[in-house]
């Protein structure tokens, strides 16, 4: 079965900096890969997705960017943060289309 | 646009009770349906997932069932238990291959001993 590692688990920063959010999986090839955020009082919000290296489709324009360098890697960046960046972000995979889509554990982000 | 609802936003049940929470959504035309539960400050775990062909799925004492025409699903919970405290989300894949789940704003449970 798959895993999903994501970290941190818990991040805080302060307006203006730099982010880098790592998501890696296993036991899986050439999954579907996606960035959500969840913000407080919101729904979950998609981001990004990914069906291939390189293959990177944005739903929200916004202060973020997404790459997939590798089959199972999935990085979330920001080059400035700002306020609005703060939630819990969550790396979801799914094996291909019609398939459960499976969740990492998250990374609480408080932009200050 | 696909919308996903869900009713109500939270809930408080005494221990024993069985319940459902509904989910709907506003264009039928779905690839398939899931339901996730997510505790506080973790990620969600995936519990019941129903293709658009089906009309329900059932593990342990869950329930999904699946009402494509009416835009409708509902999660059954037998004999619930305050373990089941959580909030429980359904979300909806559209009919189009590579496109990712849209999400209701999940219903909160709350289960009292």
């Known amino acids: 079965s798959q895993t999903i590692h994501q970290w941190p688990a818990t991040l805080v920063q302060p307006v203006g900096s730099p982010l880098s959010l790592e998501c890696t999986v296993e036991g899986t090839s050439n999954p579907n890969l996606y960035w959500y955020r969840q913000a407080a009082g919101r729904g979950l919000q998609l981001l990004f997705y990914?069906?291939?290296?390189?293959?990177i489709s944005s739903e929200v324009p916004q202060n973020l960017s997404a790459s997939r360098p590798q089959d199972r890697q999935f990085i979330l960046s920001s080059k400035k943060l700002l306020l609005s960046d703060s939630g819990f972000y969550l790396c979801?995979?799914?094996?291909?289309?019609?398939?459960?889509?499976?969740f990492g554990s998250g990374t609480q982000l408080s932009v200050l | 646009k696909q919308e996903v609802t869900q009713i109500p936003a939270a809930l408080s049940v005494p221990e024993g009770e069985n319940l459902v929470l509904n989910c709907s959504f506003t264009d039928s035309a779905i690839y398939n349906l899931q339901w996730f539960r997510q505790d506080p400050g973790k990620g969600l775990t995936s519990l019941l997932l129903i293709q658009s062909s089906q009309r329900e799925q059932t593990s342990g004492r869950l329930n999904a069932s699946l009402d494509k025409s009416s835009g409708r699903s509902t999660l059954y919970i037998a004999a619930s238990q305050p373990g089941d405290s959580a909030t429980y989300l359904c979300a909806v894949i559209p009919n189009q291959a590579g496109t990712a789940l849209i999400f209701g704003k999940g219903t909160t449970l709350s289960v009292s001993s």
């Open positions: 990914s069906i291939g290296i390189g293959q």
């Open positions: 979801g995979t799914t094996g291909g289309v019609g398939e459960k889509l499976f």
